[in-house]
């Protein structure tokens, strides 16, 4: 399939998905040069820039959502997706249309063709994240975006998001021990990534969680002028749990402000808070109602959904999102049988996730059963994992849920967690079962 001859929607997704079959990481230095290429677009819009190993995600939908309710207009690109890749780019909340997928494509493939004539870059092609992250700046330009929220992909400073000038926030949620293999063997190390995405002069808020890395991330902003503002768990104090909604109180300069989420995760309320101080320090006159509201409106798919009565699925996907949702559900009032479903990539810590999850004494049954992702655990070393305890192990996680529904009996509940790969399989596959 040729670059400058795709014509269809169909087409376009056939080739992005390929791209990883025949592309190399290009250097960061590369990738700048062809963001200049294209004109820069939708560089000087207010942008929210947002790296961090877990919450990242969240953080971008809150903010999204809370300037959507101060009536900007915003563009908000993430990753992965879920189910269907035009769920990375969304204006108004909503996702990018076929038609406007298809233009973006064609004009970035088009670009590529024209730079691959210039001096140096005659075998110049975007990695798969690449391609769709200039495809988003050229949505967002086209659009006439007021607020973009952009989330990086891995790591940050050598992420090709960091090719924006000046955001007006940059953001760093939590940092953990995750994609040690490119990112450092250290939580300080994992920090000075993730704190590439400060630039001089621009404000930075970060979550204040482990001191290592917030050493590394006043340090980095001390270095380039950078107002710096940290975003402690001591600062946030839970009030109540109530019909799935939290209630919490947040200190942030001198008022305490009490907000409100749907949502059953726990580990949300920082990262609300996170989104509430970026959005304080951005400049943007944004009303504390309008944040309440814009907060109380979110929801995030694939952080504690409840995608059936009854049956929750969570991305989690590392230690520390394990550990968060353990939190969640420690603290969630239910008082019923509580049953889960776990499956992982091969590349994280699974024993560790695993005996943490064993060792919380939360569940009465555990269910596994391997991912259809080439990254997945197999089956065989997933029964190996838990071999030392009776579990139930299924081909694949579509028959550990379709068992749970057809044999659950009295007040139960399922979790589904361990990937967001099997958050988005279980999902597409409720797609498919209801239509």
């Known amino acids: 399939m040729e670059l400058g001859r795709i014509v269809c929607y ?46 990242k995600g969240s953080v971008c939908a809150y903010l999204d959502s809370i300037c959507r309710e101060a009536g900007l207009k915003t563009g908000l690109f993430t990753s992965p997706h879920l189910v269907d890749i035009r769920e990375r780019f969304r204006l108004q909340g909503e996702w990018i249309s076929q038609e406007d997928f298809l233009d973006c494509f064609q004009i970035v493939a088009n670009q590529v063709l024209a730079f691959r004539k210039t001096e140096g870059h005659e075998e110049y092609h975007p990695t798969f994240f690449e391609y769709l992250f200039f495809m988003a700046m050229l949505y967002c330009e086209k659009k006439q975006v007021q607020v973009l929220v952009l989330e990086t992909g891995l790591g940050g400073r050598l992420d090709t998001t960091n090719v924006i000038d000046h955001p007006a926030v940059s953001v760093i949620t939590e940092i953990g021990m995750d994609h040690m293999e490119y990112l450092g063997n250290s939580i300080a190390e994992i920090a000075v990534e993730k704190a590439g995405i400060i630039k001089a002069g621009c404000p930075v808020v970060y979550v204040d969680k482990r001191p290592e890395s917030s050493a590394v991330i006043e340090q980095i902003a001390a270095e380039k002028n950078s107002p710096c503002k940290g975003v402690s768990k001591s600062a946030i104090k839970f009030i109540g749990f109530q019909n799935k909604i939290i209630d919490f109180s947040y200190q942030c300069g001198y ?154 009996n009295g007040d139960c509940r399922l979790y589904i967690v361990g990937s967001l790969y099997l958050v988005g399989q279980i999902k597409e596959y409720l797609l498919k079962r209801s239509s």
């Open 255 to 408: 008022d305490n402000n009490i907000l409100s989420l749907q949502t059953t995760a726990f580990y949300q309320m920082e990262n609300a808070a996170t989104a509430v101080t970026a959005l304080l320090e951005s400049g943007l006159e944004v009303s504390m109602d309008t944040i309440k509201k814009g907060l109380f409106q979110c929801k995030w798919e694939g952080r504690m959904e409840e995608i059936l009565p009854q049956v929750f699925l969570d991305g989690a996907h590392n230690v520390d999102g394990i550990d968060a949702f353990l939190e969640g559900v420690e603290r969630d009032h239910f008082t019923g049988k509580r049953y889960l479903l776990f499956s992982a990539v091969a590349d994280k810590e699974v024993n560790l996730m695993k005996e943490k999850l064993v060792s919380s004494g939360l569940f009465s049954g555990f269910m596994t059963a391997p991912l259809e992702s080439s990254r997945g655990v197999k089956k065989e070393d997933l029964q190996k994992l838990f071999r030392d305890m009776e579990i139930q192990i299924f081909d694949c996680p579509e028959n550990g849920l379709e068992y749970f529904l057809q044999n659950r």
């Open 10 to 55: 169909q087409e376009a997704i056939a080739y992005i998905d390929e791209i990883p079959k025949f592309t190399k990481k290009n250097g960061f230095d590369i990738s700048k040069e062809f963001y200049a290429f294209l004109q820069k677009p939708a560089n000087n819009c207010t942008i929210f820039h947002v790296a961090g190993t877990n919450g």
